[in-house]
């Protein structure tokens, strides 16, 4: 089910936008006119990531310093455990995610 999230202006260049979808807590990232959707959980311990330092297209989860690729949800401490992602299309204006 595609659902409408907000305007493609919203979400930060370079930076994360967190948004909840019925009570799923996701993080949103645009670089230039790609953009990507995570679960806002790091996959270490779950705990949420929106609030870590982003820098260089990298977010560092602010509890244990696990750091995600925002472009992939690929994560540099263990490649095998990335970030949940969720299909994103724009239409005109407006993001919309599958869930």
Not at 9 to 37: F, H, Y
Not at 57 to 78: E, M, R, V, W
Request: proline content about 7%; hydrophobic content about 40%; charged content about 25%.
């Amino acid at each position: 089910m595609w659902v409408e999230i907000t305007a493609l202006d919203r979400v930060p260049e370079w930076g994360v936008l967190p948004v909840k979808i019925e009570e799923i807590s996701l993080i949103l990232n645009r670089q230039g006119m790609k953009v990507a959707c995570y679960r806002n959980a790091c996959t270490h311990l779950e705990y949420p990531i929106d609030m870590g330092k982003v820098s260089n297209g990298i977010i560092t989860c602010p509890f244990h310093k696990y750091q995600f690729k925002l472009d992939s949800g690929k994560c540099l401490n263990a490649p095998a455990d990335p970030l949940e992602s969720f299909p994103v299309k724009i239409e005109g204006d407006r993001l919309f995610v599958e869930i």
